[in-house]
Protein backbone atom coordinates (compact mmCIF):
# COMPACT_ATOMS: atom_id res chain seq x y z
CA UNK A 1 0.00 0.00 0.00
CA UNK A 2 2.84 2.70 1.03
CA UNK A 3 4.60 0.93 -1.70
CA UNK A 4 2.19 1.81 -4.50
CA UNK A 5 1.91 5.62 -3.38
CA UNK A 6 5.03 5.87 -3.22
CA UNK A 7 5.13 5.02 -6.83
CA UNK A 8 2.57 7.30 -7.97
CA UNK A 9 4.19 9.97 -6.48
CA UNK A 10 7.79 8.43 -8.36
CA UNK A 11 5.90 8.98 -11.34
CA UNK A 12 5.67 12.66 -10.90
CA UNK A 13 8.63 13.88 -8.96
CA UNK A 14 10.74 11.24 -10.80
CA UNK A 15 14.15 11.41 -8.88
CA UNK A 16 13.36 14.28 -6.81
CA UNK A 17 13.67 14.98 -3.08
CA UNK A 18 10.81 13.04 -1.45
CA UNK A 19 10.19 13.26 2.42
CA UNK A 20 7.43 10.69 3.86
CA UNK A 21 6.27 12.88 6.21
CA UNK A 22 5.14 10.81 9.47
CA UNK A 23 3.83 13.06 12.32
CA UNK A 24 0.76 10.88 14.24
CA UNK A 25 2.70 7.87 12.01
CA UNK A 26 3.13 4.70 14.46
CA UNK A 27 7.02 3.24 14.71
CA UNK A 28 5.31 0.35 12.52
CA UNK A 29 4.32 2.65 9.98
CA UNK A 30 7.57 4.18 9.57
CA UNK A 31 9.52 0.50 9.36
CA UNK A 32 6.70 0.09 6.45
CA UNK A 33 8.60 2.69 4.69
CA UNK A 34 11.65 2.40 5.78
CA UNK A 35 12.05 -1.32 5.16
CA UNK A 36 11.35 -0.22 1.46
CA UNK A 37 14.15 1.82 1.35
CA UNK A 38 13.26 5.22 2.66
CA UNK A 39 15.41 7.13 4.95
CA UNK A 40 14.46 10.71 4.65
CA UNK A 41 11.60 11.23 7.53
CA UNK A 42 9.60 14.53 8.46
CA UNK A 43 8.13 15.29 11.90
CA UNK A 44 6.84 19.16 13.09
CA UNK A 45 6.72 18.26 16.99
CA UNK A 46 9.69 18.37 18.62
CA UNK A 47 8.93 15.73 21.41
CA UNK A 48 7.50 13.13 19.09
CA UNK A 49 10.51 13.62 16.65
CA UNK A 50 13.16 12.77 19.85
CA UNK A 51 10.87 10.11 20.62
CA UNK A 52 11.21 8.70 16.83
CA UNK A 53 15.20 9.05 16.48
CA UNK A 54 15.14 7.27 19.70
CA UNK A 55 13.32 3.93 18.44
CA UNK A 56 14.41 3.76 15.39
CA UNK A 57 17.26 3.26 13.22
CA UNK A 58 20.13 5.52 13.17
CA UNK A 59 20.65 5.80 9.32
CA UNK A 60 17.54 7.58 9.53
CA UNK A 61 17.45 11.51 8.08
CA UNK A 62 15.10 13.23 10.28
CA UNK A 63 13.42 16.66 9.04
CA UNK A 64 12.14 19.17 11.12
CA UNK A 65 9.31 20.46 8.90
CA UNK A 66 7.46 22.15 11.40
CA UNK A 67 7.61 25.92 13.82
CA UNK A 68 10.33 25.87 15.89
CA UNK A 69 10.48 27.13 18.66
CA UNK A 70 14.17 28.36 20.02
CA UNK A 71 14.48 26.78 23.41
CA UNK A 72 13.80 23.63 21.63
CA UNK A 73 16.69 24.11 19.29
CA UNK A 74 18.94 22.66 21.65
CA UNK A 75 17.48 19.19 21.35
CA UNK A 76 17.64 18.46 17.83
CA UNK A 77 20.41 20.17 16.48
CA UNK A 78 22.77 17.29 17.70
CA UNK A 79 20.97 14.51 15.26
CA UNK A 80 18.50 16.50 12.33
CA UNK A 81 19.63 16.28 8.73
CA UNK A 82 17.21 19.52 7.67
CA UNK A 83 15.64 21.88 9.84
CA UNK A 84 12.51 23.13 7.34
CA UNK A 85 11.12 25.80 9.04
CA UNK A 86 13.78 29.15 9.95
CA UNK A 87 11.42 31.72 10.35
CA UNK A 88 13.45 34.58 11.92
CA UNK A 89 16.45 36.00 12.46
CA UNK A 90 16.26 35.12 16.21
CA UNK A 91 15.77 31.26 15.40
CA UNK A 92 19.54 31.38 12.77
CA UNK A 93 21.21 33.14 16.12
CA UNK A 94 19.59 30.76 18.08
CA UNK A 95 20.66 27.26 15.70
CA UNK A 96 23.92 29.01 14.90
CA UNK A 97 25.13 29.21 18.45
CA UNK A 98 23.25 25.84 19.83
CA UNK A 99 25.33 24.21 16.43
CA UNK A 100 28.64 26.12 17.31
CA UNK A 101 28.53 24.21 20.72
CA UNK A 102 28.02 20.97 18.87
CA UNK A 103 30.38 21.10 16.82
CA UNK A 104 28.22 21.04 13.68
CA UNK A 105 27.02 23.21 10.72
CA UNK A 106 23.11 22.86 10.30
CA UNK A 107 21.09 22.76 7.20
CA UNK A 108 18.32 24.20 7.03
CA UNK A 109 16.18 25.85 4.59
CA UNK A 110 13.99 29.63 5.28
CA UNK A 111 10.21 29.07 5.42
CA UNK A 112 8.87 32.10 3.57
CA UNK A 113 4.77 33.03 3.81
CA UNK A 114 3.09 32.50 0.65
CA UNK A 115 -0.06 31.57 1.56
CA UNK A 116 -3.12 33.81 2.90
CA UNK A 117 -4.11 32.08 6.28
CA UNK A 118 -2.57 33.81 9.37
CA UNK A 119 -1.91 30.51 10.58
CA UNK A 120 0.66 29.89 8.29
CA UNK A 121 4.51 30.37 9.77
CA UNK A 122 6.76 31.55 7.71
CA UNK A 123 9.05 34.78 7.18
CA UNK A 124 7.86 37.77 4.42
CA UNK A 125 10.35 37.87 0.93
CA UNK A 126 11.47 41.43 2.37
CA UNK A 127 12.46 40.10 5.86
CA UNK A 128 14.36 37.58 3.60
CA UNK A 129 16.32 40.09 1.78
CA UNK A 130 17.15 41.63 4.88
CA UNK A 131 18.17 38.50 6.30
CA UNK A 132 20.52 37.44 3.43
CA UNK A 133 22.80 40.57 4.43
CA UNK A 134 23.48 39.21 7.97
CA UNK A 135 24.41 35.28 7.05
CA UNK A 136 27.77 35.70 6.75
CA UNK A 137 27.87 35.94 10.24
CA UNK A 138 27.02 32.49 11.09
CA UNK A 139 28.99 30.03 9.93
CA UNK A 140 27.18 26.92 11.90
CA UNK A 141 24.23 27.50 9.49
CA UNK A 142 24.11 26.32 6.45
CA UNK A 143 21.00 27.77 4.92
CA UNK A 144 20.69 25.87 1.77
CA UNK A 145 17.34 26.71 0.73
CA UNK A 146 13.93 27.88 0.78
CA UNK A 147 10.52 25.91 2.11
CA UNK A 148 6.77 27.22 1.52
CA UNK A 149 2.78 25.76 2.55
CA UNK A 150 0.45 26.84 -0.09
CA UNK A 151 -3.28 27.82 0.95
CA UNK A 152 -5.04 24.77 2.05
CA UNK A 153 -8.22 24.31 -0.06
CA UNK A 154 -7.95 26.73 -2.77
CA UNK A 155 -8.40 26.17 -6.15
CA UNK A 156 -5.29 24.88 -8.51
CA UNK A 157 -4.80 28.49 -9.89
CA UNK A 158 -4.35 30.68 -6.33
CA UNK A 159 -2.14 27.58 -5.50
CA UNK A 160 -0.27 27.62 -9.04
CA UNK A 161 0.63 31.44 -8.24
CA UNK A 162 1.77 30.96 -4.30
CA UNK A 163 4.00 28.25 -5.81
CA UNK A 164 5.52 30.27 -8.68
CA UNK A 165 6.17 33.38 -6.41
CA UNK A 166 8.31 31.36 -4.40
CA UNK A 167 10.26 30.23 -6.96
CA UNK A 168 10.82 33.62 -8.50
CA UNK A 169 12.31 34.03 -4.91
CA UNK A 170 14.37 30.99 -5.02
CA UNK A 171 15.30 31.74 -9.06
CA UNK A 172 16.68 35.43 -7.43
CA UNK A 173 18.67 33.94 -4.67
CA UNK A 174 22.30 32.63 -5.15
CA UNK A 175 23.46 29.91 -3.13
CA UNK A 176 20.12 27.84 -2.96
CA UNK A 177 19.60 24.65 -4.19
CA UNK A 178 16.74 23.02 -2.61
CA UNK A 179 13.31 24.46 -3.25
CA UNK A 180 10.61 22.46 -1.10
CA UNK A 181 6.93 22.68 -1.39
CA UNK A 182 4.21 20.39 -2.38
CA UNK A 183 2.24 18.50 0.09
CA UNK A 184 -0.19 15.61 -0.83
CA UNK A 185 -3.21 17.78 -2.25
CA UNK A 186 -0.59 20.25 -4.07
CA UNK A 187 2.56 17.82 -4.85
CA UNK A 188 1.67 17.74 -8.90
CA UNK A 189 1.31 21.92 -8.90
CA UNK A 190 4.37 22.24 -7.00
CA UNK A 191 6.33 19.92 -9.46
CA UNK A 192 5.10 21.93 -12.50
CA UNK A 193 6.24 25.12 -10.15
CA UNK A 194 10.00 23.84 -9.80
CA UNK A 195 9.71 22.47 -6.36
CA UNK A 196 12.70 19.51 -5.78
CA UNK A 197 11.78 18.58 -2.38
CA UNK A 198 8.38 17.33 -1.32
CA UNK A 199 6.75 17.10 2.10
CA UNK A 200 4.16 13.69 1.67
CA UNK A 201 1.93 11.80 4.42
CA UNK A 202 -1.15 11.83 4.21
CA UNK A 203 -1.44 10.33 0.54
CA UNK A 204 1.09 7.93 1.29
CA UNK A 205 -0.36 6.26 4.35
CA UNK A 206 -4.08 6.65 4.60
C1 LIG B 1 1.76 17.57 7.87
C2 LIG B 1 2.66 18.39 7.06
C3 LIG B 1 2.96 18.05 5.74
C4 LIG B 1 2.33 16.86 5.04
O1 LIG B 1 0.97 17.07 4.80
P1 LIG B 1 0.09 15.95 4.07
O2 LIG B 1 -1.12 16.70 3.65
O3 LIG B 1 -0.20 14.92 5.11
O4 LIG B 1 0.87 15.43 2.94
C5 LIG B 1 3.84 18.84 5.04
N1 LIG B 1 4.42 19.91 5.60
C6 LIG B 1 4.18 20.28 6.87
C7 LIG B 1 4.86 21.48 7.42
C8 LIG B 1 3.29 19.53 7.64
O5 LIG B 1 3.06 19.90 8.90
Redesign the pocket.
Known sequence: MINQRIKEIRKVIKNKKLIV?S?NRSIDEIYEAYRIGHRDF?E?RVQELIKKYEQLPKDIKWHM??HLQKNKVKYIVPFIHLI??VDSLELIRKINSVSEKNNVKTKCLVQIKIAEEDSKFGMSPEDFEEIKKHLPNYQSINIIGLMG?ATANVNKNQTKKEFDFLHEIFKKSNNLNTLCMG???DYKIANECGSNMF?????IFN
Open positions: VKGNIGHSMMSQRIGSF
